[in-house]
């Protein structure tokens, strides 16, 4: 089976930067669309932001330029780069990929990382 790994995320001060990324183990998969998605305590998932393979990209409105998703397709990886990060960009941050395999495509998810920007 195919598993997502986050990692990037940390603390950081305001107006800082942080570079996420989702690393994928397993064989014999096909990555489709990949994205990030956040949820800060008390609220719901929301979508941050997600790449297909041609590098379409979609970003929420929140983003406002600062954050770029790139993907890198011969590894099955998905980044993450936040600038000018907020107080209110703190959440965990979960990697997600529609992804074939012999069962069809599914829908995975990482385990998360925490993304905390404070003074």
């Known amino acids: 089976q195919v598993q997502l790994v986050e990692s990037g995320g940390g603390l950081v001060q305001p107006g800082g930067s942080l570079r996420l990324s989702c690393a994928s183990s397993g064989s014999n998969f096909v990555f489709r669309t990949m994205g990030w998605f956040r949820q800060a305590p008390g609220k719901p998932r929301e979508l941050v932001a997600s790449?297909?393979?041609?590098?379409?990209?979609n970003y929420a409105d929140f983003v406002k330029a600062r954050f770029t998703i790139s993907r890198d397709n011969a590894k099955n990886t998905v980044f993450l780069q936040m600038n000018s990060l907020r107080p209110e960009d703190t959440a965990v941050y979960y990697c997600n990929a529609n992804v074939l395999g012999g069962a069809g495509w599914a829908t995975v998810w990482g385990q998360g990382t925490q993304v905390t920007v404070s003074s």
């Open positions: 790449i297909t393979r041609g590098d379409s990209t």
